[in-house]
């Protein structure tokens, strides 16, 4: 009889362990799954509700929700995600971390502690009690909350909820407190990213300022430059897009390409704008534009590769440009698009030395440049957006 009930006793003991570690096992599983969720969020929602859904989803987990926590006068915990079998527990309980009955919970614990707090057995635990009746309604029978912590602060709560008593052994809460961790760290990093961005807004938005005041000032000197600059631009950014550049590139090819003429400020006017022939020291004297152009920016910090836009948009794939003689190697792309689009849009405009010779000239000019002066690609996208396009210059 004896060895009968030892034999029992050690099946029993071995189904236990291995349950356990089955259990375990399960829980490490989940857990990754919802690291992986954390590097891959693109906003804090995501971490929240993905987080949840993976814990009940993929664990041995029949609830689990985040909640964000009040100030210091209400100290009020608000469910921002959740997921389980049996929602609306969480809508018929109220939960806090002030100095009441409603605080003395694992949740309201875990946030004043600012540590996990574990129920083993909710309908035992006398801090349990005021939300006792709706845990065994929704089939709940332990609770673990951990706290959201970040920079010695607690910023949110996470709590999951098991359907039989102990169901989180010690290996699990030091899981739940490595994943809590890892949420942390996760906002931690989209809210500084957002904080960059948001410098980096307010950044451009002053750069977009810089650039309208070098347009006025050019365009009070010299309207033909300026109309030029902006059209221009709209044909860069538009053949940019066909050769499928990135956002970032594209925007600052389109501020480059509305000041890549700036330089010609310090050209005297009546050379620019007097009709007839143009002398060649008249002309080498037009050609320092670009140079010049990149001093007047050298001050400004840029996030873009403006001065090279300005410095390179004349010089050409075999070296004939100016003013460096650069060779296709060597030019950055936004120059490359930069110098088709000036080419085409001064040869379809009127000068005041000479009538629009039509975009028919200015197209036949890039094609029998094509490869030997001017970017194959670039040139091949600038002539379809006019000849099957139907490309058009906004009106200036």
Same mark, same amino acid.
């Given at each position: 009889?004896?060895?009968?009930?030892?034999?029992?006793?050690?099946?029993?003991?071995?189904?236990?362990?291995?349950?356990?570690?089955?259990?375990?096992?399960?829980?490490?599983?989940?857990?990754?799954?919802?690291?992986?969720?954390?590097?891959?969020?693109?906003?804090?929602?995501?971490?929240?509700?993905?987080?949840?859904?993976?814990?009940?989803?993929?664990?041995?987990?029949?609830?689990?929700?985040?909640?964000?926590?009040?100030?210091?006068?209400?100290?009020?915990?608000?469910?921002?995600?959740?997921?389980?079998?049996?929602?609306?527990?969480?809508?018929?309980?109220?939960?806090?971390?002030?100095?009441?009955?409603?605080?003395?919970?694992?949740?309201?614990?875990?946030?004043?502690?600012?540590?996990?707090?574990?129920?083993?057995?909710?309908?035992?635990?006398?801090?349990?009690?005021?939300?006792?009746?709706?845990?065994?309604?929704?089939?709940?029978?332990?609770?673990?909350?951990?706290?959201?912590?970040?920079?010695?602060?607690?910023?949110?709560?996470?709590?999951?909820?098991?359907?039989?008593?102990?169901?989180?052994?010690?290996?699990?809460?030091?899981?739940?407190?490595?994943?809590?961790?890892?949420?942390?760290?996760?906002?931690?990093?989209?809210?500084?990213?957002?904080?960059?961005?948001?410098?980096?807004?307010?950044?451009?938005?002053?750069?977009?300022?810089?650039?309208?005041?070098?347009?006025?000032?050019?365009?009070?000197?010299?309207?033909?430059?300026?109309?030029?600059?902006?059209?221009?631009?709209?044909?860069?950014?538009?053949?940019?897009?066909?050769?499928?550049?990135?956002?970032?590139?594209?925007?600052?090819?389109?501020?480059?390409?509305?000041?890549?003429?700036?330089?010609?400020?310090?050209?005297?006017?009546?050379?620019?704008? /007097? %009709?007839?022939?143009?002398? #060649?020291?008249?002309? &080498?004297? *037009? $050609? !320092?534009?670009?140079?010049?152009?990149? =001093?007047?920016?050298?001050?400004?910090?840029?996030?873009?590769?403006?001065?090279?836009?300005?410095?390179?948009?004349?010089?050409?794939?075999?070296?004939?440009?100016?003013?460096?003689?650069?060779?296709?190697?060597?030019?950055?792309?936004?120059?490359?698009?930069?110098?088709?689009?000036?080419?085409?849009?001064?040869?379809?405009?009127?000068?005041?030395? /000479? %009538?629009?010779?039509?975009? #028919?000239?200015?197209? &036949?000019? *890039? $094609? !029998?440049?094509?490869?030997?002066?001017? =970017?194959?690609?670039?040139?091949?996208?600038?002539?379809?957006?006019?000849?099957?396009?139907?490309?058009?210059?906004?009106?200036?």
């Amino acid at each position: 009889m004896r060895c009968y009930v030892r034999n029992q006793t050690n099946k029993f003991n071995v189904e236990k362990v291995e349950m356990s570690f089955q259990r375990m096992k399960n829980a490490y599983s989940t857990i990754i799954k919802c690291q992986d969720i954390i590097v891959t969020a693109e906003n804090e929602m995501d971490i929240y509700t993905k987080t949840c859904k993976t814990l009940v989803d993929e664990g041995p987990y029949k609830l689990a929700w985040i909640g964000s926590i009040g100030n210091d006068s209400e100290k009020k915990v608000t469910p921002v995600a959740e997921a389980g079998l049996n929602k609306g527990y969480l809508s018929s309980i109220n939960i806090n971390w002030g100095d009441n009955i409603y605080s003395r919970g694992p949740v309201g614990t875990a946030i004043r502690e600012c540590k996990e707090q574990l129920i083993s057995n909710v309908m035992t635990d006398i801090n349990f009690l005021p939300w006792r009746e709706k845990a065994k309604e929704y089939g709940y029978k332990s609770v673990i909350a951990i706290p959201i912590e970040s920079n010695g602060d607690v910023i949110g709560i996470l709590a999951v909820y098991g359907e039989r008593e102990d169901s989180f052994e010690s290996e699990e809460v030091e899981l739940f407190y490595r994943l809590t961790k890892n949420i942390a760290h996760g906002i931690y990093i989209l809210r500084l990213k957002k904080e960059k961005e948001e410098a980096q807004k307010a950044r451009n938005e002053s750069l977009l300022k810089t650039i309208d005041a070098f347009g006025l000032a050019i365009e009070k000197r010299d309207p033909y430059t300026a109309g030029h600059q902006k059209r221009v631009e709209t044909l860069a950014v538009a053949i940019a897009k066909k050769i499928k550049l990135s956002k970032d590139c594209i925007e600052g090819l389109r501020l480059g390409a509305l000041i890549h003429d700036i330089g010609k400020i310090y050209v005297p006017g009546e050379i620019l704008n /007097r %009709p007839g022939k143009i002398t #060649k020291p008249e002309f &080498d004297l *037009i $050609k !320092l534009h670009s140079e010049i152009g990149e =001093d007047i920016i050298s001050g400004i910090d840029f996030p873009w590769d403006i001065k090279k836009m300005i410095s390179q948009h004349h010089e050409r794939l075999d070296g004939s440009g100016y003013p460096n003689g650069l060779t296709g190697k060597d030019i950055i792309i936004e120059a490359k698009i930069i110098g088709v689009s000036d080419v085409v849009e001064a040869i379809n405009s009127h000068r005041p030395y /000479r %009538p629009a010779l039509g975009i #028919k000239i200015a197209l &036949d000019e *890039i $094609k !029998l440049g094509r490869g030997k002066l001017y =970017d194959p690609e670039v040139v091949d996208s600038c002539v379809e957006l006019f000849e099957s396009e139907n490309f058009q210059w906004e009106s200036l």
